[in-house]
């Protein structure tokens, strides 16, 4: 039998090496039931342990204890102190010990009462380096984890969408959880629009909508909804049929349930910037209490850019009064303004000649014929050679599984039978 | 003429015009002509149809003009109804002599009342008989009843009924031709197209007359459905005997016009040419009406002003024409832009200043309609807005090329990925649903 103090005892004498430690694991596994008994006396031995050397025990210790109490330990500024050294010290020990399943259980359930811990002191920002730690050191390539989500919502919160952009660069090919899935998509999208890479935000929130569901959920609504607003801005359009692989939950619930969003893009098609800015005038609080009022506005600027882009394939030259009226900018100096920006940006090519306020529109001055670009269509041909690999091994691998073997060769047989014995069934038996 | 002078009389139209001043129609529709193109029911409806347009137009002179010739001509006939509508559109305005004239509505409904008794009579002694032709020939007189009091509606549905009891291929095609004569009236034009795919399964009885009747009614149903391509072909393939043989519908002028214009909206230059201008027997219809001809040659030789000229003198009149009226304005679009492809289609550079002269219009509003164009993709040209100058714009190909293999990489890139993710989840669902 245990008792507390020899509990202590061991863990104290057990730490120093990575081999007890393992040890350790087993018998903290052991005394489960009875820490769970003793839990109220468990918090004067928790300081008795140095956080760097037995943040894993106390963890142990800790989870046993009931949540009212961990909650006015963690509030205290040491407390939270010690999980973040607590996390720093397992992303440690990840080295020393093979990374067996049960300790990453135990990190998982740590930095999940860590992110709870920060939400609830509202400092978002306290939590974002030691999450990335621990994702970073958690993940196995391609792997999400349950803690993908948690470190970008952290990271929204804490408006770090620089830092929440990084993780969102590594490809992602295995799930464990979809709504992990969902969510981290979803984050993920609202991130890269914070970031302004709309491209990149188009793919992960359309992976939100299309992804295989059974039943409509309120990730993949909210996901459309900004869907839809992304589309308008990246591509100055949006095809209200989804692609056919798409959910048929999807396919049947997601307009009806946008129809304020099918409406906006309806209205930006029509191409008047007068008519798009009085609907969304008029809707102005359902978008607002959607939160997406803001990309709203973006789709309204977005629209004076494509109208302008559009008139740098019509004309060679054109005055700024001329665009300002086909844009339906009130003056020429708006009109400049904004083919400046545009230039800026890189998204068209021209120049204006301020004294007769003329702007002359140039060819795209990429001539395919540089190193840079070579080499980038290079590493292009490479990526998309490793990923069609990737994409042939998946399919073997589908083609051998038993469960798929069984799923389609249940549905072959009722055509077997009647398409392909011409021989009639007496005779085979 | 030479070739040079030619090209140069794109650019001058008013000099190279002179050499052959048409008889343009410039002035009002002559309706007592217009009408004696026509027969039947379709005659009365046409006039109306004028009356109703000129009505809007505040022309009065002509409505009252339409609307004296639609009483005369139903009072030849047995409808009723349509002559009491015509008498309360034509309000007193005529006199006396075109006002109400009860006793003879009183008469004719009396002898029709008479006439459907007889015939009903006739046709029960006819189906308790047995007798099949007869009972489609008392179908047959039924549905001519009904069209000649103005049920259309019944008629149709009584021509139909004859279906049953058809013996002959003669019959089917009977029947056929009235259903459709009766659908053209109402304007269903679906009926129109099943009645005519029908009667031209009955191989065996087509006399050549009877398929450009059905040329005509496809190419009427094709017209209506917006389909000018195919409403060109058909009108292009009725034969010059048709004549005056089928004005209940529609009259040969008509052919060359309906056929003349869809296909000059909808044909390139090679089709518009072996088609239509060098067809022996679609020459024989324009004809009778030399604006088409002439309008069409200039299109294709490319005097645009001339050809536009023309359009622009047709155009009130078309306007009155009952198929033709909602599709004019479109026609009329596709042309001009045809016009206006084929315009710049040769050049590097085009003056927007003489361009426009061509056309006739201004050069702000030639800028207007080329950019329209530029945006479809239709002209792939850019304007200098600065010194008015239209340059064609040779895509790079290279750089086209390259610029598409970058973007296809990155559309296979996305999709693979997100197919594996896809893949992966439903593999995820089905796993989880089996441990259920």
């Known amino acids: 039998m245990y008792t507390v103090e020899s509990l202590v005892a061991q863990i104290q004498g057990l730490s120093s090496s990575a081999g007890d430690l393992s040890l350790l694991l087993t018998h903290l596994k052991q005394a489960d039931e009875f820490l769970h008994n003793e839990s109220t006396r468990l918090f004067p031995f928790l300081e008795q342990l140095d956080p760097t050397l037995h943040s894993l025990e106390r963890q142990a210790l800790l989870g046993q204890s009931p949540m009212s109490k961990r909650e006015d330990w963690f509030c205290s500024s040491p407390g939270f102190s010690h999980l973040v050294l607590q996390i720093r010290f397992y992303c440690f020990s990840m080295h020393l010990i093979d990374a067996s399943y049960l300790f990453e259980v135990v990190v998982i359930a740590v930095c999940k009462s860590f992110k709870d811990q920060v939400l609830m002191l509202e400092a978002p920002i306290r939590g974002v380096v030691p999450l990335l730690e621990a994702v970073k050191k958690l993940r196995s390539s391609e792997h999400l984890t349950t803690l993908h989500p948690d470190f970008l919502q952290i990271c929204l919160l804490a408006k770090c969408y620089k830092t929440g952009f990084s993780i969102l660069e590594d490809d992602i090919f295995e799930v464990d959880q979809p709504r992990d899935f969902y969510l981290y998509c979803y984050y993920g999208g609202m991130i890269c629009i914070g970031q302004k890479r709309f491209q990149k935000a188009l793919e992960l929130l359309h992976n939100v909508v299309t992804a295989p569901m059974s039943s409509i959920n309120a990730i993949a609504v909210e996901a459309f909804k900004k869907y839809v607003l992304v589309s308008l801005i990246y591509n100055g359009q949006f095809s209200t049929s989804l692609p056919k692989y798409t959910s048929s939950a999807a396919q049947r619930n997601l307009k009806t349930l946008c129809q304020l969003y099918i409406e906006l893009a309806n209205t930006y098609s029509i191409g008047k910037i007068s008519e798009l800015e009085t609907y969304i005038q008029t809707n102005r609080e359902k978008f607002d209490s959607d939160n997406n009022l803001g990309l709203v506005k973006q789709v309204v600027s977005s629209m004076y850019k494509r109208n302008i882009q559009r008139l740098t394939q019509t004309y060679l030259t054109l005055s700024l009064q001329d665009i300002a009226n086909t844009v339906q900018l009130s003056s020429p100096k708006e009109a400049e303004m904004h083919v400046l920006q545009m230039i800026q940006d890189g998204e068209i090519y021209a120049t204006i000649n301020q004294r007769d306020g003329m702007v002359r529109f140039l060819e795209d001055p990429e001539q395919y014929k540089t190193c840079e670009m070579i080499e980038h269509i290079d590493s292009s041909i490479q990526r998309i050679m490793t990923l069609s690999k990737k994409l042939t091994a998946m399919d073997e691998l589908i083609s051998c599984d038993p469960l798929y073997l069984a799923k389609v060769g249940r549905e072959r047989q009722r055509f077997d039978f009647d398409d392909f014995d011409s021989v009639p069934q007496k005779f085979n038996i | ?436």
């Open chain 2, 1 to 436: 003429m030479e070739p040079d002078d030619e090209i140069y009389a794109n650019g001058e139209p008013d000099s190279s015009n002179n050499r052959n001043r048409p008889i343009i129609s410039g002035e009002q529709l002559d309706i007592e002509a217009y009408a004696g193109l026509y027969t039947g029911r379709t005659k009365i409806t046409r006039l109306l149809f004028i009356a109703d347009q000129c009505g809007q137009n505040n022309n009065t002179a002509m409505q009252m003009e339409a609307l004296r010739m639609a009483y005369e001509e139903i009072k030849k006939g047995e409808n009723t109804q349509l002559f009491r509508d015509v008498v309360h559109k034509i309000d007193g305005r005529l006199g006396d002599k075109y006002g109400m004239d009860s006793a003879w509505c009183e008469a004719v409904d009396r002898r029709a009342v008479q006439k459907k008794e007889k015939l009903e009579n006739e046709l029960n002694a006819y189906r308790t008989n047995l007798i099949k032709e007869s009972i489609r020939m008392g179908y047959n007189d039924f549905g001519d009843y009904h069209y000649t009091h103005g049920s259309l509606a019944d008629a149709f549905k009584s021509y139909v009924r004859t279906r049953d009891y058809c013996t002959t291929s003669k019959h089917v095609i009977h029947m056929c031709m009235s259903a459709i004569l009766v659908s053209i009236e109402t304007g269903q034009f679906t009926h129109v197209t099943s009645y005519i795919s029908k009667a031209e399964q009955t191989v065996d009885a087509l006399d050549p007359n009877t398929v450009s009747k059905l040329h005509c009614a496809a190419g009427l149903a094709h017209l209506d459905s917006k389909k000018y391509k195919l409403a060109a072909r058909k009108f292009l393939e009725v034969a010059p005997e048709l004549g005056n043989s089928y004005n209940e519908v529609i009259a040969p002028q008509d052919v060359a016009t309906y056929g003349g214009l869809c296909a000059l909206a909808s044909f390139d230059r090679m089709e518009l040419k072996n088609k239509v201008i060098d067809s022996i027997n679609f020459r024989n219809f324009l004809e009778l009406v030399p604006e088409v001809r002439e309008l069409i040659h200039d299109f294709y030789s490319s005097h645009y002003a001339s050809c536009l000229e023309y359009l622009g003198n047709l155009k009130a009149n078309l306007m009155l024409d009952i198929h033709l009226h909602d599709h004019v304005q479109t026609l009329y679009d596709q042309i001009r832009n045809k016009a206006l492809i084929q315009y710049t289609h040769p050049f590097v550079s085009v003056d927007l200043h003489v361009m426009a002269n061509a056309f006739k219009t201004t050069v702000a509003g030639l800028e207007k309609e080329l950019e329209a164009l530029i945006t479809d993709n239709q002209i792939q040209a850019r304007i200098d807005s600065h010194n008015k100058i239209l340059y064609a714009r040779h895509a790079d190909q290279r750089n086209a090329t390259f610029q598409r293999v970058l973007q296809t990489g990155n559309e296979f890139d996305r999709d693979v990925r997100a197919m594996l993710l896809r893949a992966n989840l439903i593999k995820l669902e089905y796993k989880a649903s089996r441990k259920l």
